[in-house]
Every structure is written in C-alpha cells, then in structure tokens.
C-alpha cells in the first residue's frame, strides 16, 4: 500500500467544520470527492495534508482563513439600486446570482440584506475570514 504523492488521482472523504464545530461541508452518505494532488482544485494546504498519506488514513487539518478563502472584505459587500436586478427575478435574503461588474466580469454574489429601493451584495466567498477544521480520510490512490 503506497503513500499519496503529488501528481496522484485519490478519493477522498471529508468533513469540512466551522470554529463552532458546525458542518458546513461532508462527502459522508455520499460519493467520496475525486481530486488530482497538485491540480489545486481544493484548498492548497488540504491538497498538501493528502501527500504522504496510506489509504484508509485520517487526518484533522486547522485551516486558517488567509489559507483557506481568505479574509472577509468590507468594500466587496455593495448596497445598489433595486432597478439593477432583472426584472424576472424577485430578490431574496440568502439567494446567490450573477452580477456583471462595471470591467464587464462576471462575480458570484449574496444578497444580503433588501429594502423597497435597495438590495446589498456580497461577493466575499460564504466562507472567507473563518477559520475552518477538516477531518479528511484518504479512500484510495486510483
């Protein structure tokens, strides 16, 4: 049974958990996740916990923020005009959409919060400025 190297295709398990100890991701009952080592798909420091890794291996890896997705930036949340949403779509607390920037790129976004003239957006990650944990089982080497 080798080790895990970059390069490698794995499966993985994983549970991804708030400093509260809340899931906010889990493969659990589900398919494990496929994932090429070195491709950064995922986190980095999780693709680099995987590396030397046996299967049937756990680890819990401490992620910190700025390795994770980073901080929370205050000039990304933007209140505007209620008139900037298409019309077909009626805004809610929570619902994630596209916006177009003024550079024409595209962004994902939250709303946030909604008045009768505004809507507030955010287009930090839902998971930028926290500290996260993953408890991480190395399935197979493919």
């Given at each position: 049974m080798g080790q895990a190297k970059s390069g490698d295709t794995v499966l993985i398990h994983?549970?991804?958990?708030?400093?509260?100890?809340?899931?906010?991701?889990?493969s659990?009952?589900?398919e494990p996740l496929l994932l090429t080592i070195g491709q950064?798909?995922?986190?980095?420091?999780?693709?680099?916990?995987?590396?030397?890794?046996k299967p049937g291996e756990i680890k819990t890896l401490k992620i910190m923020a700025i390795d994770a997705y980073g901080p929370y930036h205050k000039e990304l949340v933007k209140t505007v005009s209620r008139s900037v949403i298409d019309k077909g779509i009626e805004p809610k607390v929570g619902q994630k959409l596209e916006a177009t920037r003024i550079d024409g790129r595209k962004v994902s976004v939250t709303i946030k919060n909604i008045s009768e003239k505004?809507?507030?957006?955010?287009?930090?990650?839902?998971?930028?400025?926290?500290?996260?944990?993953?408890d991480v089982q190395l399935m197979e080497i493919v």
């Open positions: 994983y549970t991804g958990k708030l400093e509260d100890g809340s899931i906010f991701e889990t659990k009952d589900q950064n798909k995922t986190i980095q420091v999780l693709e680099d916990a995987i590396v030397g890794m505004s809507v507030t957006f955010d287009a930090n990650h839902p998971l930028a400025g926290q500290d996260l944990t993953f």
